[in-house]
Structures are given as C-alpha cells and as structure tokens.
C-alpha cells in the first residue's frame, strides 16, 4: 500500500536554527513529491515540488528539499529558520496506481522560538 | 479568480443527522480530492474524482459518499453522522498528475 511517513511529529528551534524534516515515501511506479505548509488556521499551500530532473529542488521562503530515489526519501531544509515559519509541514506524493491520488504524511509540526 | 471553494465552513450536528460538503473550483481542474484532518494524523484520502464522472474511495471512505456534480463541484455527504467524523474536511483539486494540489479553505465539522 501507498504510504508517506513523515520522522518528527513536533520540532521546537529557536530562531537562525538549521532545519531538517524527514519524509520517507512507499509508492510503487513514477511519483511526484511535495512539501506543502499550513499557517495557524490556514489552509495548506505548496512550498516545493519535484517532479523530475535536478532532485534538489528550491521552494519559497528560502526552503529546500532533496530527492533520493534509492532511500525513497525527500526531506525538506532550510538553514536559518525564522519565526513566522511556525506551521505545520506535510510531505505528500501522487502517482497512479489504480487511480491517480495524492498522499499525505501526518505532518510535523514546527514551533520557532523568537 | 476564487479557486477552490467550500461550503459550510463551519457546522455543528447530532449524532444521526445528514448533511452535504459542497466543493467547486474554477480552474477548470480534472481531478478533485476530499480529505480530513485530524490532529497526529495528517491528511486522510476520504474520496477522489480523477475526472468527471468518476469517483473512487481513498483511505477513509466509510461513512462517506460522493457525487462528482460536474467537472467544477464535488460533494461529500455524510448520511448518519457519528461522533467520530468530527473533523476538519478540506477539498482539493488538481489540473493533472504533473501539478499540485489547490485546497479550500476547510470545513470545520463537529457531530455531538
């Protein structure tokens, strides 16, 4: 079965912090991969995308993420975290296997300390 | 441009009781999604309409019905409300299998 999995549930930094967030995927056939964030009350909304060529891959607000296929993996970093980047992060991955859908990972939640 | 909407964005029902979650996007997108969030548990697929006309179930779809209206609205329906479809359900949509995800704004869904 289709699964993301997602390392952290919680991650608490302080300001100028270095982040990293694991995101592991089981999916069988060609996958597309996200990163998307949900602000406080928000919706989510896409940070990043990779669907081929260069697996390192650049998003918004300063955000990374990096694809390696042989660990089915697709963590996302950012070097210096800020505190408006408080949200939750969920690492999803689309492809066709009897139907085309999106999964989610449970999502880590990030709080930045000021 | 409104993108995805959702209607209601908030409701309150008992235990029992049937309500629809109406979804529309102006995108002219193939493929629209019903999702819930609970807390620690991510987003959980309820259903899926990869194109008009179809619909398939996703991880969750007990206690849940769809109906893909046309390719702009997607609704879901819950025909005997429990306490544990108590949730925050959120439509989305996506143009095809090379885009990402547009969400609406979310409903927040309490059954009592």
């Known amino acids: 079965a289709q699964s993301v999995s997602q390392h952290n549930h919680h991650v608490i930094l302080s300001e100028a912090a270095s982040l990293e967030l694991g995101c592991n995927y089981s999916?069988?056939?060609?996958?597309?991969l996200f990163w998307y964030v949900q602000y406080p009350g928000q919706h989510l909304q896409l940070l990043l995308k990779?669907?081929?060529?260069?697996?390192l891959v650049k998003g918004i607000k300063g955000f990374e993420a990096e694809f390696i296929k042989s660990k089915f993996s697709f963590n996302l970093r950012k070097p210096s975290v800020q505190w408006s980047d408080t949200a939750e992060y969920f690492c999803?991955?689309?492809?066709?296997?009897?139907?085309?859908?999106?999964?989610f990972g449970a999502g880590t939640r990030l709080f930045v300390k000021a | 441009n409104a993108g995805v909407t959702q209607t209601p964005k908030f409701q309150v029902l008992k235990t029992g009781q049937s309500m629809t979650l109406q979804c529309a996007q102006d995108?002219?997108?193939?493929?629209m999604y019903w999702y819930r969030q609970d807390p620690g548990m991510g987003l959980r697929l309820i259903y899926y309409?990869?194109?008009?006309?179809?619909?398939d179930k996703g991880e969750v779809p007990n206690g849940y019905n769809v109906s893909r209206l046309n390719k702009r609205e997607f609704s879901l329906r819950l025909e005997s409300a429990a306490p544990s479809q108590t949730s925050v359900y959120f439509c989305?949509?996506?143009?095809?299998?090379?885009?990402?995800?547009?969400f609406g704004q979310g409903t927040r869904l309490t059954v009592v």
């Open positions: 999803a991955v689309n492809g066709y296997t009897g139907g085309f859908k999106t999964i």
């Open positions: 999916y069988g056939g060609t996958v597309n």
């Open positions: 990779y669907f081929s060529g260069d697996p």
């Open positions: 995108m002219n997108h193939n493929s």
């Open positions: 309409s990869a194109s008009e006309g179809t619909t």
């Open positions: 989305a949509s996506i143009k095809d299998k090379n885009t990402e995800a547009f």
